[in-house]
Structure formats: structure tokens, C-alpha cells
């Protein structure tokens, strides 16, 4: 069994955790707990792992249980980027669960959000765009049935190439090398073979180093919950969240 540990930070001296939406309080029983675990933020964990973690009634969820029920036997990519990377990630993958990923990679703005509008069929959705200041990752589907216009956006966007923040995510380490590379134009430009076959191998080593949760019984499975890509039929029932910009007009 493997758990997915959520993103979150944690201040020690005040008990106090923050994921970024909203902060928690905890108590001095918990603290060796939420140190250990801290340190696989955002990753697949093991369950072998958990019996060093007493974890037993910890007022904030932080571990996501991975249901093999839920991983995904194909890919299927759309995109203005000519690659045959969908191909090659389901052939990576070893799993008949019969349920399918579909992800969104457009240079044209317009033709994403044509896409994005039309009713999918996979299980699963994602979708990223790039434009020639950042590359954002938006989900397409809500728990109100709302489609995010281009200022409304899932909260895990790829910010300003100019911060000092540190790449926290594979996403931002391909966009930081795009950014150095001059690949910062790429949405104003014709793409060159060079630039689609770098982007397809990119993808195709985001999406498996991010997405495999571990191996059970010799099968790989892609976890549902890497990247913040949900099942669709669990968006309601489901306590994990969707952080949509409520500021936006749009929402």
C-alpha cells in the first residue's frame, strides 16, 4: 500500500501547519510525527514506512491512501506539439484497470482552451499551456463544473521565471531549463523538431518519475493524486481540494 504525504509547511514553534490553503493547529504529541513525514513532502511513501509514523489521530490529513483500482493503463496526449509520447508512456505502463489519463499540452492559447471545452472521456484530466512568460498546469475539471479561464488557473502554476524561489517540482526545473535554454519564446515561434522532441522527452520523464506511485506486485500504477490530477467520479465525494483562484471574476 502506498500513501501520498500532501504538500504542506510546518512551524514547529507555534504548532501551527499551513498547506498553503489553510493552517491547522497540532499538539506536542504529534511533533516527532509531522517532523519525519515533513521530509517526504509531496511523494510516494511506502506503507512499510508508516509504522514508524504514529500518525494515529492527527487532526490534519496528510496522508492520501493510492488505491491500485485508481491507476491508469493509458495516456493519451493532445497537443499542437507533434510527438508520439503517449504511445510510448502506455507501453510503459503495466496495468488493466481500464482507466485513462488525457493531458492538454498546447503552444496556442486558443486551441487549449478549444480542448479544454470539449467534454473529455478519460478518467483522468490535465492540461498545460505555454506561453512565452510561464508554463501553466490547469485542471479541467471542477467540483463546480467550472472551466478556468486564463486568469483563474489551479494554484500549481509555474510563477515568474525571474524568482528566486527554488524549483520545488519537476514542472518548474522544465521550465527553469527552458527559461536558460531560450525556449522562453517557444509560444511566439515555430517550433523546431529539436524543440518538440526535447519537449516530448521532457514530458515523458515528468509524467513517469512524478505520476508511478511504486510498484505492487510487479505493475507499475500511476497514482491519481501526483501532479494533483483527481479522479473525476471522486471530486465530490473526496476530501482533497481544488484550490481555484476565488478572486478571479470568472469563478
Request: aromatic share 14%; hydrophobic share 30%; glycine share 4%.
Amino acid at each position: 500500500m502506498y500513501y501520498y504525504v500532501r504538500p504542506f509547511n510546518v512551524d514547529m514553534e507555534n504548532k501551527i501547519i499551513n498547506d498553503g490553503e489553510e493552517c491547522y493547529e497540532f499538539s506536542e504529541q504529534h511533533k516527532n510525527y509531522l517532523s519525519m513525514v515533513s521530509k517526504y513532502n509531496g511523494s510516494i511513501i511506502n506503507s512499510n514506512l508508516l509504522r514508524h509514523f504514529q500518525f494515529k489521530n492527527c487532526p490534519y490529513e496528510i496522508l492520501i491512501p493510492q488505491d491500485e483500482k485508481y491507476s491508469i493503463s493509458e495516456i493519451i496526449i493532445k497537443s499542437d506539439i507533434d510527438n508520439n509520447i503517449g504511445k510510448l508512456l502506455t507501453e510503459s505502463i503495466k496495468s488493466d484497470t481500464g482507466n485513462s489519463l488525457t493531458i492538454l499540452l498546447y503552444q496556442d492559447i486558443n486551441e487549449y482552451l478549444d480542448n479544454l471545452n470539449q467534454e473529455q472521456n478519460s478518467d483522468y484530466l490535465m492540461g498545460a499551456f505555454l506561453t512565452n512568460e510561464q508554463l501553466n498546469i490547469s485542471h479541467l475539471v471542477s467540483q463546480k463544473d467550472h472551466t478556468p479561464c486564463l486568469k483563474c488557473h489551479f494554484y500549481n502554476v509555474i510563477g515568474d521565471y525571474t524568482s528566486n524561489v527554488k524549483a520545488k517540482n519537476e514542472w518548474q526545473q522544465f521550465f527553469s531549463f527552458m527559461m536558460k535554454n531560450d525556449f522562453g519564446s517557444l509560444s511566439s515561434r515555430e517550433l523546431m523538431q529539436n524543440d518538440k522532441q526535447y519537449i516530448s522527452s521532457i514530458l515523458y520523464s515528468i509524467i513517469m518519475t512524478r505520476f508511478i506511485s511504486g510498484y505492487n506486485n510487479n505493475q507499475k500504477s500511476i497514482s491519481p493524486f501526483m501532479s494533483y490530477i483527481f479522479h473525476i467520479k471522486e471530486l465530490i465525494t473526496h476530501k482533497s481540494k481544488m484550490y481555484w483562484n476565488d478572486s478571479c471574476g470568472c469563478s
